[in-house]
């Protein structure tokens, strides 16, 4: 497998997370559907890559004033137990499994967010 893709699937990754998309629904596609990485390495690939991504994130929201830090503790306590399990499962899970969960996940996603243009297309009409 050749750096250079492998390279350009990161970056793309990383720009839809830095857009707020999440890259993995497009980092993780990539890596398993163009360049034949199994499913389970390539989720583990975005787990590893959201922890910088993250942190960065987090920081630059925080320097604008932009965090919210009532219950912020308590979001991340139980979203870092729930990350661990949900790496521990996947190492276990058939890829097959894998695939068609993390395909059903971005199916839900993009329902949500047809749902939520379409209430955003109808409030603008009422105005």
Same mark, same amino acid.
């Given at each position: 497998m050749s750096f250079y893709l492998l390279f350009l699937c990161g970056v793309a990754g990383g720009i839809f997370g830095g857009m707020g998309m999440g890259g993995g629904t497009l980092l993780i596609p990539l890596l398993t559907l163009f360049l034949g990485v199994p499913q389970g390495v390539a989720q583990g690939v975005n787990l590893l890559s959201f922890l910088p991504m993250s942190l960065i994130a987090l920081s630059v929201h925080a320097k604008n004033g932009l965090l919210v830090k009532?219950? &912020?503790?308590? /979001? +991340? &306590?139980? $979203? /870092? +137990? !729930?990350s661990a399990l949900g790496a521990v499962?996947? $190492? !276990? /899970?058939?890829s097959r499994i894998l695939g068609r969960g993390f395909g059903l996940l971005l199916i839900v996603l993009s329902l949500f967010s047809f749902s939520s243009a379409l209430r955003g297309s109808s409030d603008k009409k009422t105005l």
């Open positions: 009532e219950g &912020l503790f308590q /979001l +991340i &306590l139980p $979203a /870092l +137990i !729930f499962c996947a $190492a !276990f /899970l058939p």
